[in-house]
């Protein structure tokens, strides 16, 4: 499989207020930055992108930003509100071009549905405790929305014990699609000597959270790179 690495910052937490993601597939974990990266690799001006989770709005407003239109799923009205309004501070003048439904990954609205088999191009972060069904929804709702020959790329990120990618790869294969590459995003900068890696983002979290941050053990190496894994729709 074809292997890219991209250089990018840091992921933030998936959830600041440490709430559970929306169908696992929380697109709060993905910075601004790297949204922008994916969006204009894998998509053109003027074509749809499908959000199966307005997270904080950080992927709307890269995609909308880019001169795409975005279609995203929001949990509920308070989670389509904070979406809206952080996307109308960050993207003012075109924040029209993002529309949001009522829906989670596999319970999309009926209004969401009739979009299905139209965008060119899907991004999702899974929760890295994100179960077989959350998966399988999560691949079968973003197989729908894409057109063919339209991409989906997911944001994983490798966690101690458990083999995220592997997991990720064979619900999108089972749900039609076809990994197409495999891109590494270190969160550091080119220098001289190499790359130098960026300080991680200080996100607060509560006792117990499932998010991912940083917890760097005394002797082992702090984790710098996130998985995009890259698929296409036949």
């Known amino acids: ?94 924040a029209s071009l993002a529309v949001l439904r009522r829906g989670t990954p596999g319970h999309p609205s009926g209004r969401a549905d009739s979009q299905q088999g139209r965008a060119r191009l899907a991004i999702a972060a899974p929760h890295d405790s994100a179960t077989p069904v959350q998966l399988t929804a999560l691949a079968e709702t973003c197989t729908r929305a894409l057109r063919p020959d339209g991409v989906l790329v997911i944001c994983t990120r490798q966690t101690s ?19 197409l590459q495999h891109i590494a995003a270190v969160e550091a900068t080119a220098g001289d000597a190499g790359l130098v890696p960026r300080a991680p983002v200080r996100t607060q979290h509560h006792p117990g959270c499932a998010c991912h941050h940083p917890r760097p053990g005394s002797g082992r190496h702090a984790l710098i790179h996130s998985d995009l894994l890259v698929f296409t729709k036949p």
């Open 161 to 179: 014990g458990q083999e995220t990618a592997g997991h990720v790869v064979a619900h999108a294969r089972a749900s039609g699609l076809v990994y």
């Open 1 to 94: 499989m074809p292997l890219s690495v991209w250089l990018t910052e840091p992921l933030a937490g998936c959830c600041p207020t440490c709430e559970n993601p929306t169908g696992a597939a929380c697109a709060q974990r993905i910075p601004p930055g790297l949204a922008r990266q994916i969006t204009e690799a894998f998509s053109a001006r003027g074509d749809l992108v499908f959000i199966p989770d307005a997270g904080n709005a950080a992927v709307l407003a890269a995609a909308v930003q880019a001169g795409r239109r975005v279609l995203a799923l929001a949990s509920s009205h308070q989670s389509a509100h904070l979406a809206y309004d952080t996307l109308h501070i960050t993207a003012p003048t075109v």
